[in-house]
């Protein structure tokens, strides 16, 4: 008898030791789609992998998929990193995100630089904050309010700004509906300049200098094509206030801006805990800047004759 014991308490140690050692040894795969390469984005990506590897070291890997602006692209890699059974899946920008939402519904989709979950998915969120299916994660929506009177306080004796963005991105429809409202009680005159690609940008940019400040949304297509615009509003002495710091880099005057990287992280924080806590995707709320920061662009100030505030703070 006390042989069998022996036996049944070597048997359950040994057991402890290889589930410690399997549980030692778990790696992740985690899929990476990004709609296209800017600075914003880009921050974005390297804040989510930061976190992951930071905490997990080489037991996480990534697979990762650049769509270079094209939602058909977004449709493949999204199927190809599904093919690949990854562990979770990291959706930076609508476009990215839909595809994932529509290739899988059983791997989590964290979702990171999308503005509204609700217009982009066409959904309500639940009374907590939850999208209630696979998909959950971060927005970069900074305070339309408080951009709006940004452009109050730059450009007090202005009449007109022109409200620039593409048709086909939810998040810059939505951005360009609230800030409208807030610009109209300001009592501003405002004009929409949509267009369709970046084919058309140009245009439409141009034709969009007949108003006396623009005002451009976190919009992806403006984002990848910062200098097609300024070469364009800057010779026509028109300013920019642009959404994000990204673009405000490279066509605008100043912006209310969040840190991209930062809700990155967020999003890697929101990844490791279903990954290693198992929390579930369906209930985790949609989660937000702590903080948004004024900022301009020195040398396009300089050009266009503009006098910040001291408490902007310039772009690096």
Do not use: W
Request: charged share 15%.
């Amino acid at each position: 008898m006390k042989k069998l014991i022996s036996l049944a308490l070597a048997l359950v140690l040994a057991l402890g030791v290889c589930a410690c050692a399997s549980a030692e040894e778990k790696t992740y795969k985690v899929g990476i789609l990004q709609l296209v390469q800017h600075p914003a984005l880009d921050q974005a990506t390297q804040g989510f992998k930061d976190a992951l590897t930071e905490k997990l070291g080489d037991k996480v890997t990534f697979e990762e998929g650049n769509a270079s602006g094209d939602s058909n692209n977004c449709a493949q890699i999204a199927g190809q990193l599904v093919s690949s059974q990854v562990d979770l899946i990291m959706a930076n920008a609508t476009p990215a995100m839909l595809a994932c939402a529509t290739a899988t519904a059983t791997i989590p989709v964290l979702a990171t630089s999308i503005t509204n979950y609700e217009s982009a998915m066409e959904i309500e969120l639940t009374p907590e904050g939850a999208t209630g299916l696979n998909v959950s994660g971060t927005s970069d929506l900074a305070p339309l309010d408080g951009q709006a009177a940004m452009i109050k306080e730059l450009f007090p004796e202005a009449k007109t700004v022109g409200l620039i963005y593409c048709n086909a991105e939810p998040n810059s429809i939505f951005q360009i509906k609230t800030i409208e409202g807030y610009l109209a009680e300001l009592g501003y005159e405002c004009k929409r300049y949509g267009f369709n690609d970046s084919n058309d940008l140009a245009s439409v940019v141009q034709t969009a200098t007949e108003c006396d400040v623009l005002y451009i949304p976190t919009d992806n297509t403006a984002a990848g094509n910062t200098e097609a615009i300024a070469n364009i509003v800057l010779p026509a002495k028109v300013p920019v206030v642009a959404g994000e710091e990204g673009i405000c880099s490279g066509c605008g005057v100043a912006t209310l801006t969040i840190s991209y990287y930062d809700i990155g992280r967020k999003t890697g924080e929101m990844a490791l805990d279903i990954l290693l806590n198992g929390a579930d995707i369906t209930a985790m709320p949609i989660a937000y800047a702590p903080q948004f920061t004024k900022k301009y662009n020195a040398v396009n100030a300089q050009e266009l004759g503009i006098t910040v505030p001291e408490d902007y703070q310039p772009i690096e």
